[in-house]
């Protein structure tokens, strides 16, 4: 994946992301932009995780969506 192209297309990728962290506030998505640290972070707080397994989560998903 890649998030050149996460970032310049949020609008439409934000759906595939609240699908998977269904937790994240549209505020929350707004915040974010398509920046995967952003995400990291809002993921972190959200639920309460560490950032390591936020880094985790978001490898994961980069691998199912590649495209």
């Not at 949020?10 to 995967?36: C, H, P, S």
């Not at 640290?37 to 978001?58: F, H, K, P, T, W």
């Amino acid at each position: 994946m890649n998030w050149d192209i996460a970032e310049g297309n949020w609008k439409q990728f934000q759906g595939k992301v609240k699908a998977q962290w269904g937790e994240l506030t549209d505020d929350q998505l707004y915040f974010i932009a398509g920046r995967r640290m952003e995400l990291a972070g809002q993921i972190q707080e959200a639920y309460g995780i560490s950032r390591d397994e936020a880094e985790v989560q978001i490898k994961r998903f980069e691998e199912s969506n590649e495209d």
